[in-house]
């Protein structure tokens, strides 16, 4: 299994650009999410999705939409990007018995995002 | 609002010694507490969890204890190791099984 897979790695943007962060997992999670990672905040949540055709709004949706067509995609689009943005984003997914804690998210490796 | 806080953003400890990460919440009703372990340029793996129903689980180096009536849970790394450098960061799930983070504490262990 490869898990939870994030591309771009890296990526550099302008104010006002578009683009789609992608997220993929091959462990038939039901359960997805998207986190942004700031200095001194800690993870928060952006969207979430407990299945195929189901989405959530978390603790810091705007500016960003997400879809859920396939139980393995979830990705999460910047409609237009402002240097608020800037941020390391992480896709997490988990299932019922995922991992020894139950409901355990696995994070994928981040996409670092600058917003000039 | 945070809802869970990890107030010591840095712990530096010498190998060998027990390294004690504290994290505080104020829902009471979230369900369950996990930590997570960080490496620069990776994402967060999951490290222990515990239940609201327990005070205590075990996993070799590493303990976590829940106060209920504090609303506070601590991380134990017994002993601490080199590669235990990391960020750690404290998690708490309510029942839509959403997970509020704390900003994390970055653990150096000194050799």
């Known amino acids: 299994n490869a898990g939870v897979t994030q591309t771009p790695k890296f990526q550099v943007l302008k104010t006002g650009q578009s683009m789609t962060l992608q997220c993929a997992q091959d462990?038939?999670?039901?359960?997805m999410s998207w986190y942004r990672q700031d200095p001194g905040m800690g993870l928060r949540l952006i969207h979430y999705s407990v299945g195929a055709g189901i989405t959530d709004q978390g603790e810091v949706p705007n500016g960003y939409n997400v879809s859920r067509s396939t139980t393995e995609d979830f990705p999460l689009r910047l409609l237009s990007a402002a240097p608020s943005q800037t941020s390391v984003y992480f896709c997490?997914?988990?299932?019922?018995?995922?991992?020894?804690?139950?409901?355990?998210?696995?994070f994928g490796p981040g996409t670092r995002l600058t917003v000039l | 609002d945070q809802q869970v806080k990890q107030n010591s953003p840095s712990l530096s400890v010498q190998e060998g010694r027990i390294s004690i990460l504290n994290c505080d919440y104020t829902?009471?009703?979230?369900?369950?507490f996990l930590w997570y372990k960080k490496y620069p340029a990776e994402g967060p793996t999951f490290l222990i969890s515990?239940?609201?129903?327990?005070d205590k689980n075990e996993d070799g180096r590493f303990t976590v204890f829940l106060n209920k009536s504090a609303k506070h849970l601590s991380l134990h790394i017994v002993p601490s190791q080199p590669g235990d450098s990391a960020v750690y960061f404290c998690a708490a799930r309510s029942n839509d099984y959403k997970l509020s983070f704390g900003a994390g504490t970055t653990v150096t262990v000194r050799a």
């Open positions: 462990m038939n999670h039901e359960y």
């Open positions: 829902n009471s009703m979230f369900d369950y």
């Open positions: 515990i239940s609201s129903i327990k």
């Open positions: 997490a997914s988990s299932g019922p018995t995922s991992g020894r804690g139950g409901n355990e998210q696995f």
